[in-house]
């Protein structure tokens, strides 16, 4: 099993540009996130998808859009991408219920200049 | 207040010895609670999760909760070079399935 993979590893952007961040998981999980961390600043939600077929906004989700595709994947979409944006982006997922685990992505690297 | 709040400042402790992290939380319901290491340059990985008060134990590893007190602590001993890294407190407020993740603790093994 590659758990849950992400793409591209490495990005630079020019402000305004717009890129999609990929990430599929193989775990047959239901659920899945995407998260931001930045120094200092921790892990910071972006949007989830408890299900497919479901989307939710999570703390910091100005200037992101998603889509759960299948089961399997969920993207993250920049339509015009700022300085702010520059972070480690991380995907996650897990089953479903309350007491079970996050499983996380390598993470994709994202500067915009 | 924060969800989940880590306290501030590198920790660093000797080979062998005991590094002990604390994490404070706000949501009296919350139900469950995650430990996660991160090297620098990677993602974070699961090492602990526990919902019920008391101790839980795995090798090296102790993590604590205190549901009245809403902290939850982690105890690595006999410290090794390899547990360098930072550490990260998630805690599942209840109510759905999202985690609330506090800022993280540097823990830095001397030789």
């Known amino acids: 099993n590659a758990g849950v993979t992400q793409t591209p590893k490495f990005q630079v952007l020019k402000t305004g540009q717009s890129m999609t961040l990929q990430c599929a998981q193989d775990?047959?999980?239901?659920?899945m996130y995407w998260y931001r961390q930045d120094p200092g600043m921790g892990l910071r939600l972006i949007y989830y998808s408890a299900s497919e077929g479901t989307t939710d906004k999570g703390e910091v989700p100005n200037g992101y859009n998603v889509s759960r595709l299948n089961k399997r994947e969920f993207s993250l979409r920049l339509e015009s991408a700022a300085p702010s944006q520059t972070s480690v982006y991380f995907c996650?997922?897990?089953?479903?219920?309350?007491?079970?685990?996050?499983?996380f992505g390598p993470g994709t690297r994202l500067t915009v200049l | 207040q924060k969800e989940v709040e880590q306290n501030s400042g590198p920790l660093s402790v000797p080979e062998g010895a005991i590094a002990s992290l604390n994490c404070t939380y706000s949501?009296?319901?919350?139900?469950?609670f995650f430990w996660y290491r991160q090297y620098s340059g990677k993602s974070p990985e699961l090492i602990m999760f526990?919902?019920?008060?008391g101790d839980k134990e795995d090798g090296r590893f102790t993590a604590q909760l205190n549901k009245a007190s809403q902290y939850v602590s982690l105890l690595i001993r006999d410290s090794q070079p390899s547990d360098s890294a930072t550490y990260l407190c998630a805690v599942n407020p209840g109510g759905n399935n999202r985690l609330a993740f506090g800022k993280g603790n540097q823990v830095v093994v001397i030789p």
């Open positions: 996650a997922s897990s089953k479903a219920g309350v007491k079970d685990t996050q499983y």
């Open positions: 949501d009296r319901g919350s139900q469950s």
């Open positions: 526990i919902y019920s008060n």
């Open positions: 775990m047959n999980h239901n659920s």
